[in-house]
């Protein structure tokens, strides 16, 4: 199989970084002006980790396509990093907005909406109680604190290369035979030892071995890992996770913010897994911050028998915006008329697509690489089988490489999420705009294999 040189990548990532500035004069000066004022140049400092010299500014975004303010048009297959996974406003969802903004945003009292939406969630995840947040890290974090709180267990295990948001005692890696804070993980002053475990995915024995000892209030999991690569679930992973954990009395929360991409119920319905608590959030309300997490009837008695004994309700659980009437709203339209059967079809037939695609230009120039696809959702990696844990993955990529394919994508229309390799298709992604990422991608190999 070919190798790509890398005197090929210096020189075409030098070629494409002036491309890029030379057509973005608008952005550039955007970016001037940004950078005395805004944190790292950008409202969210993750914003800089797009693959170019400076960062695009958008005027505008509809369905899958995004509008920069020089008037170059993307067809966005990161859609927001899974925040808009159903497509930039949606019809309904727009006319959501536009209609409920007169009508109150937050009152600190419930909706009719919210009784809607708490049927709807345990119709579609088989959990009957929910409460709702403003993030998928909020989300995660309270499930934790309840999870401490019902085994009167300290530690938390996650699995090495996950993705939980910011939730603190997540941000750990696994290192030789020893657990590191990720070195990005600025200000964490908690000792990961007296919070966290940490076990390799995929790998039951690990996990066992973990649980042992007693002191593991939760698991929690993303049914795959998605934010250090796709690495799927081996067969029989989930089945022998869910054993584990019932027999050390270990709580399971699944976190399907990004496996949503799987199916309308995500991952959990798809196949059938049975979590204690499951989180949510991301694309829910359309790209209005918004998040949910439920529970087990038995779990739900319990926490409810605890808020009777404390006479308190609140508990530090929550926040004064959680469950405004307008994240409600937004909630109920999509999973009404967005979040639908007929939806997914779509997604999964233009994700059918692009993998297919860039299937063809690896193969046609004889690459060792390969392409996941989970549902709506598609990543290829730069080394030839499927990774099984987050350590194969970081002994396999190549940052050099990765970040010339993503702006190279950029220069031609096409928006890939800038952390790693991975595509999202929406229910308007269109097969023209997935062909404009075949085109795009097959040029940027055959470039490099051509050296």
């Known amino acids: 199989m070919r190798e790509i040189e890398r005197a090929a990548i210096v020189a075409l990532m030098a070629r494409e970084v002036e491309r890029f500035a030379a057509e ?9 002006q940004a950078k005395p004022h805004l944190l790292a140049g950008t409202p969210l400092t993750w914003m ?5 010299p400076f960062t695009v500014f958008v ?3 509809s369905g899958a396509t995004v509008i920069d303010v020089d008037g170059h048009d993307y067809a966005d297959f990161c859609l927001g990093d899974t925040g808009a996974m159903f497509g930039h406003s949606p019809a309904p969802f727009a006319e959501l907005v536009t209609r409920t903004a007169g009508q109150g945003i937050t009152t600190m009292l419930p909706t009719e909406d919210s009784v809607w939406l708490g049927a709807e969630l345990a119709q579609r995840f088989s959990l009957p109680v929910w409460s709702l947040a403003l993030t998928a890290t909020d989300a995660n974090r309270f499930a934790c604190r309840f999870a401490r709180e019902l085994t009167g267990r300290p530690k938390i295990l996650v699995f090495d290369g996950c993705y939980h948001g910011t939730l603190g005692e997540t941000l750990v890696d696994l290192k030789g035979n020893g657990m590191i804070r990720r070195p990005a993980s600025i200000g964490v002053v908690e000792d990961p030892e007296t919070t966290t475990r940490v076990v390799d995915f995929n790998d039951l024995e690990q996990l066992d071995r973990a649980l042992a000892e007693g002191d593991v209030a939760c698991v929690l999991a993303e049914p795959a890992l998605t934010n250090c690569g796709m690495v799927l679930p081996d067969p029989g992973f989930h089945d022998g996770l869910r054993g584990i954990t019932r027999r050390h009395g270990t709580l399971l929360i699944i976190d399907e913010t990004h496996t949503f991409s799987t199916g309308p119920a995500g991952y ?11 989180t949510l959030g991301k694309p829910i309300a359309g790209g209005i911050p918004a998040a949910v997490y439920g529970f087990t009837a038995e779990l739900a008695e319990r926490i409810n028998r605890r808020f009777e004994e404390l006479g308190d309700f609140s508990t530090g659980v929550g926040g004064t915006l959680s469950a405004n009437a307008l994240s409600v709203r937004a909630m109920r339209v999509m999973f009404e008329q967005v979040i639908t059967e007929q939806a997914y079809e779509h997604m999964f037939a233009m994700a059918a697509r692009l993998e297919e695609g860039i299937e063809g230009a690896i193969a046609r120039q004889d690459l060792p690489w390969h392409v996941t696809r989970m549902g709506a959702r598609v990543e290829y990696g730069i080394n030839p089988t499927p990774w099984k844990n987050a350590k194969q993955v970081r002994a396999g ?7 010339l394919l993503h702006l190279y994508c950029l220069n ?18 269109t097969e023209a705009q997935v062909d404009r990422h075949s085109e795009a991608f097959e040029s940027a190999v055959a470039e490099l294999a051509a050296g």
């Open 24 to 32: 973005r004069p608008k952005s550039r000066a955007l970016s001037q």
């Open 397 to 403: 990529c190549d940052p050099e490489l990765e970040r």
């Open 412 to 429: 031609r229309g096409v928006l890939v999420t800038p952390f790693h390799n991975m595509m999202l298709t929406s229910p308007a992604t």
């Open 48 to 52: 800089r980790e797009w693959q170019s």
């Open 268 to 278: 959990t319905g798809a196949f059938g897994l049975e979590p204690d608590m499951l």
């Open 59 to 61: 005027e505008r975004a």
